[in-house]
């Protein structure tokens, strides 16, 4: 399995993000690439793995 990007700070800039997940930085380390992704799409994942985080983060301080 990939790694979870949640909890990376690799979301928080689109340049790492992309180098990341498009163009395969961390393939070394497990991270697939995903070369077709568009510009649109890319920002779009990104996105929503902010969102998750965020998500994550809201319920864990709801539960203490």
Not at 9 to 29: H, K, M
Not at 37 to 58: G, M
Request: proline share 3%.
């Amino acid at each position: 399995s990939a790694p979870d990007l949640r909890a990376s700070a690799i979301v928080l800039s689109e340049e790492a993000f992309a180098n990341v997940v498009r163009d395969g930085g961390r393939r070394v380390l497990g991270m697939p690439s995903f070369e077709n992704l568009s510009d649109a799409q890319l920002k779009a994942l990104q996105h929503y793995i902010r969102e998750q985080a965020e998500l994550q983060l809201q319920a864990a301080r709801t539960a203490n």
